[in-house]
């Protein structure tokens, strides 16, 4: 198991409100990656957060934001939510600054369904 | 920009015996490149990576993935299937010019077979 935790683990929020997911990295790490899951796909990359501001965006609209705090945990929050947007929403945490800075180590998730 | 492809959407395996996951990637410098497990509505878990250095890399669970630039591949392979084996894995690319994002393919699903 990885120290990367999120919460809440399962949400259900109805067309049009808002939401905030969570995510606390693991020890040591100062980045945090946001990722979204349909059913059946791969995990696609929402943004990245290093030092409290973003690092990289994917393509995804201005609904999608996100938060660095200064202990490097995170939120994302998506408003006028979207039946589509519907996913398993990962986060991921890595250490910038060493050269394998790339290995990301992945929370357990938080499955979004939106009625 | 990058891109992975994973071939084969499932596949099905006998337990014990071998199993080899395709994976071919796009990307215009040299990859950093992973394999990723993911359980039934759990996170991902790495399996393995390669940065640079030997083609050939073990990972963990008795894994191994070799990379081939001449096939732009990095496929992944074990000798002989366990039932815990059953699940869906990731090949991701990632590099520091992309701000290190990683792009992952569509993914396989494994089943074992008793």
């Known amino acids: 198991e990885t120290g990367v935790t999120q919460s809440p683990t399962h949400l259900i929020k109805t067309r049009g409100q808002q939401v905030t997911l969570r995510c606390s990295s693991q020890?040591?790490?100062?980045?945090v990656s946001w990722y979204q899951q349909a059913l059946g796909q791969g995990p696609q990359f929402i943004f990245q957060y290093y030092r409290e501001e973003e690092n990289g965006r994917g393509n995804f609209p201005p609904r999608f934001s996100g938060l660095q705090f200064p202990n490097y945990s995170s939120e994302l929050n998506v408003n006028a939510l979207e039946l589509d947007d519907s996913a398993l929403y990962l986060c991921?945490?890595?250490?910038?600054?060493?050269?394998?800075?790339?290995?990301?180590?992945f929370g357990q998730g938080t499955r979004l369904t939106v009625v | 920009a990058q891109s992975v492809t994973q071939p084969d959407i499932h596949i099905t395996v006998s337990e014990g015996a071998s199993l080899e996951l395709r994976c071919n990637y796009s990307y215009g410098a040299t990859p950093y490149l992973f394999w990723y497990v993911q359980s039934p509505g759990q996170g991902l878990q790495l399996l393995l990576k390669?940065?640079?250095?030997?083609?050939l890399v073990q990972g963990i669970k008795g894994f191994e993935a070799e990379f081939k630039r001449s096939q732009s591949s990095f496929n992944l392979r074990k000798p002989s299937v366990h039932w815990s084996d059953a699940a869906e894995y990731f090949c991701a690319v990632g590099a520091r010019a992309a701000g290190n994002k990683l792009t992952f393919g569509g993914g396989t699903r494994v089943l074992v077979k008793p």
């Open positions: 991921a945490s890595s250490s910038r600054g060493q050269l394998m800075n790339t290995e990301a180590f």
């Open positions: 390669y940065f640079s250095g030997d083609t």
């Open positions: 020890s040591g790490h100062n980045t």
